[in-house]
């Protein structure tokens, strides 16, 4: 087992994931099926109900063994999984936008993806320090927005997110909004809604059978190599992402 190198992006089988606990109860038995184990995220009562336990808004994966947290998940990520190496962030995620979204910031390859002015500033110190571009976007839900498929290829339903990573070579379907189910809001993210389990298969919380682009999706995905696969029954429902951690390898 070894943390995955690059955020978002396994080159092998997934054995750990990040998710927000209070989605356990639903996705903990179709994961380990996969041998997928769960690391807890606890949520904050600082940030509002709907969002208040997503993994996105509490997380973030620099590189490796390195990921910046919230303090609600210090000691618990901490006692999950003793090696990582977990960093308090500098600007704790509150209240309601833009003060959420310090921790909510996209990596694709060796770009990010991010509201500058609102980030935390040591995750922006970390990725002028390991040459990792971040390119300010006016999205600041930028990891939830949009879902990575490969190291050059994001699906999105945000405009703006879309046009600024083409700009980098970054290949985009872009989607129609909603079809993702969120409580609270009229609808979730896509990018809350998956995350990726190996190098060619991407987890979605439900189907996407009432999607209009489910088709476009699903080759836009096929194109790359890589499979969906649905961890529920339910319409597809954001969960602040789900993150994959470690991963198996041959030496």
């Known amino acids: 087992m070894r943390f995955l190198e690059t955020p978002n ?7 750990h994931m990040m998710v927000g606990e209070k989605y356990i109860n639903l996705l903990a038995d179709p994961l380990k099926k996969r041998g997928i184990n769960i690391i807890p995220v606890k949520g904050s009562a600082e940030l509002p109900t709907p969002v208040s336990n997503h993994a996105d808004m509490l997380v973030h994966h620099l590189g490796r063994d390195i990921f910046v947290s919230s303090k609600s998940n210090m000691s618990s990520i901490k006692k999950c999984i003793p090696q990582i190496n977990l960093l308090r962030c500098e600007k704790e995620p509150i209240g309601k936008y833009p003060d959420d979204v310090s921790l909510n910031v ?38 939830c927005s949009a879902a990575v498929v490969d190291e ?10 879309c046009s600024a990573l083409e700009k980098h070579n970054i290949r985009v379907l872009l989607i129609s909004p909603g079809y993702i189910s969120l409580k609270g809001y009229n609808y979730g993210f896509i990018g809350g809604a998956c995350g990726k389990i190996s190098r060619n298969e991407i987890a979605f919380t439900g189907v996407l059978d009432e999607h209009p682009d489910r088709k476009k999706i699903f080759e836009f995905l096929e194109e790359r190599k890589v499979f969906p696969v649905f961890l529920t029954n339910d319409v597809c429902f954001d969960v602040g992402s789900m993150i994959p951690v470690c991963e198996q390898f041959s030496a």
């Open 9 to 15: 992006l396994p080159l092998g089988r997934v054995t």
């Open 106 to 143: 996209l990596r694709v390859g060796k770009f990010a993806f991010g509201a500058k002015e609102h980030v935390s500033p040591d995750i922006l110190r970390y990725f002028a320090g390991n040459d990792v571009i971040f390119i300010n976007v006016r999205q600041g839900y930028a990891k």
């Open 152 to 161: 050059a290829s994001v699906i999105t339903a945000d405009p703006g997110l």
